[in-house]
């Protein structure tokens, strides 16, 4: 289920053990309907999609805090600060996407 979504997926909709490899990769099985028959539409994907890059934000704040503190050491806060960037740089990307297309499709005559 390649919707397109795969080249700027947040890493956290990943597991959060996840490796170098994985990042910006999409888990259909994290993100397909469940086995009860409910079908997933755009608008829910893309809340699921906000609501992950919110959360991954937040830790990575969280842990650049404990760092400061000493109560975090600076490989955590590097590796979280790494995810929340990529995370904020990916809902950048989709921001511009949704955008450019609303103007394409405010362009186009009826």
Known sequence: M????????????????V????????????IAPSSAGQSLDFTSVLAKAALSAIDTLRSGEATAISGVQGKASVQQVAEQ????????QTAVVV????????????RMQI
């Open 2 to 17: 390649d919707n397109g979504l795969s080249a700027v997926a947040p890493a956290a909709w990943s597991s959060p053990a």
């Open 81 to 88: 600060v790494m995810a929340a960037e990529q995370t904020l």
């Open 19 to 30: 490796d170098r490899a994985d990042i910006g990769a999409t888990r259909t099985s994290q």
């Open 95 to 106: 921001r511009d996407k949704v955008v450019a297309a609303y103007l394409e499709l405010s």
